[in-house]
């Protein structure tokens, strides 16, 4: 189960520095999509993925955040769950916005 790495610095030093790699990990990955949308949304100029890749992407978000809700994995929580957000998100976009 992940932990905070702010707690436990003093402590373990090498599981927080994992640790927070994990959730810079998870803004970098998460992230990506941003730009994506802010162009489809703000400027209209966004060339979108395929929606059948982000079906996919989605699904898959889906099964691994059912995953880390059973194992209680924070980190994973968290960033499937906002994956999942985004790429509905995406998929919403790409059907009604394309």
């Given amino acids: 189960m992940a932990t905070n790495p702010f707690k436990i610095w003093n402590t373990d030093r090498p599981k ?4 927070f790699g994990g959730y810079a990990g998870m803004a970098l990955l998460q ?5 994506q949308m802010i162009n489809a949304l703000f400027y209209d100029s966004a060339d ?3 929606l059948s890749m982000v079906l996919m992407v989605w699904i898959g978000l889906l ?3 059912i995953r880390a809700v059973y194992q209680r994995d924070v980190l994973y929580m968290i960033s499937n769950g906002i994956g999942v957000v985004l790429n ?6 790409i059907i009604w916005g394309g």
């Fill in 31 to 35: 992230g990506a999509t941003l730009p």
């Fill in 48 to 50: 979108l993925a395929p």
């Fill in 16 to 19: 927080a520095i994992a640790e």
């Fill in 63 to 65: 099964l691994y955040l």
């Fill in 88 to 93: 509905m998100f995406l998929m919403i976009l």
